[in-house]
């Protein structure tokens, strides 16, 4: 076989995804496991008895109780209410908004992680040279389905025509656009991404194949193109980030005033400020060189090699994604309170409401649950498989100490390495065709090397971080100090 025992993996999850995950489904365990509570609307005959209205048997009567043919029936906005809290079953979650989606994204996901798991073990244990990295590709289709998604809750932002979203995510985007401009300026002494070194090894590793191919080229793309294109990337990135991090803000600050231990309130506090963590292990004037260089009189020891130093900002990362999904009913429960707030909002309010606005005003609430869960899930999917990606492309250690696990060079990392070794002879033109491939599949490692992708992928993980915070933090000002002016 070609691949041989990651194909038999991949064969085998796809399998588990189609006959097994629809009955053990852990996106709907975390909705329907019976933490979350959600608020159910009260019905017209409710409404009618705590006004102390009945249903006219005659049109007068129908009109003295605030009722006429053409008019819906109102009631005043200072009602004694109290709504009725329900668990979340799997009946329920038929009527919601984005279930599908949502449990599409988060299944896939967990099949795409115990991929890339049982990859990286047999890998370790193995230890092949010669076979292509099949768990790339379940991350890399984990990352498209999480921007589809995200691209999806976007445009329906964008479809409102009343509301201030469509301007909120342009002006978002405008301002990403700029910052990620004025980030890629930065040199490599305050955020060593390794982009300057990445791009150069790539365009120096085109122009050797081209001239070998007997082509004269300055380079497959100038500095300023790669750079400009980035910066577009960015700023679509962090337009579809905007309502995510926005949404967040609410819900950490909901939150926190449903937490009564201190525990639980210290884990969403670092949970808020992860993205923050995750950013500013990449400035290497405030991490990397007080670790690699501490101020400890006039010897200077290093705390930890640069090699242990890049597998533990890996694992930071990626222990930070579990806090955020372990902290996620918090927030969604934070979110399902939203209904009970804003009826006691309006019985503050004078004047009258329609039943029917009212029973809306409640069940949008739950309705809407899975984009609010899609729009928590989505950037904590992006982030941890941007990490797995940064990992094996960029031919880094899980081991906290690589130098003894690890002695392969940086270029072996994701295609297969014995392209200009004697290839068998060929009898056919099946074995004429797979050398060919094999080739070309060389050549393409030799240019895409993983200085490059150490570059691009710990730029993009950064980005998302930074994206991340900044949207949060705007949405936390927005909603602490805005929203009660």
Known sequence: GVIGV??????????????????????RWLLCSGSLRWYQHPTEEELRILAGKQRG??????????????????????????????????????????????????????????????????????????????????????LAFAVKVLFSLTTHYFKVEDGGERSVCVTFGFFFFVKAMAILIVTENYLEFGLESGFSNFSESAMQFLEKQGLESQGPVSKLTFKLFLAVLCSLIGAFLTFPGLRLAQMHLDALNLAT??????????????????????????????????????????????????????????????????????????????????????????????????????????????????????????????????????????????????????????????VYSESPPADGKMKVTVVQITMALGSLKNIFTPLLFRGLLSFLTWWIAACLFSTSLFGLFYHQYLTVA
């Open 261 to 418: 231990e201190k525990i639980t309130q210290t884990l969403l506090h670092i949970n808020f400020l992860a993205p923050l963590f995750t950013v500013l292990l990449w400035v290497k004037p405030i991490t990397k060189d007080y670790i690699m260089n501490p101020p400890l009189g006039k010897e200077s020891v290093p705390l930890m090699s640069e090699d242990t130093f890049d597998t533990v900002r890996l694992w930071i990362i990626i222990l930070l994604c579990v806090l955020r999904l372990a902290m996620m009913r918090h927030h969604l429960q934070a979110y399902l309170n939203l209904a009970q707030k804003s009826v006691d909002q309006m019985k503050k309010e004078a004047g009258r409401i329609s039943m029917v606005d009212l029973q809306k005003m409640v069940a949008r609430v739950f309705y809407y649950l899975c984009v609010i869960a899609l729009q928590y899930v989505a950037p904590l999917v992006m982030l941890l498989h941007t990490t797995l990606l940064l990992k094996t492309l960029g031919n880094y250690s899980w081991g906290v100490y690589p130098e003894l696990n690890s002695d392969t060079p940086v270029e072996n990392s994701l295609l297969p390495s014995s």
């Open 57 to 142: 048997k005659t049109k007068k009567d129908r009109k003295y109780n605030g009722h006429i043919e053409n008019k819906p029936l109102t009631i005043p906005k200072d009602i004694d209410l109290h709504l009725e809290t329900k668990s979340v079953t799997e009946r329920d979650t038929i009527a919601l908004h984005y279930f599908p989606e949502y449990q599409w994204l988060v299944d896939f996901t967990v099949a795409a992680t115990v991929v890339y798991v049982v990859t990286e073990a047999y890998y370790s244990i193995v230890k092949p040279s010669q076979e292509m990295n099949i768990s790339v590709v379940w991350c890399l289709l984990v």
């Open 6 to 27: 990651q194909l038999v993996v991949t064969m085998v999850m796809a399998s588990v995804i189609q006959k097994i995950i629809p009955h053990y489904s852990l996106a």
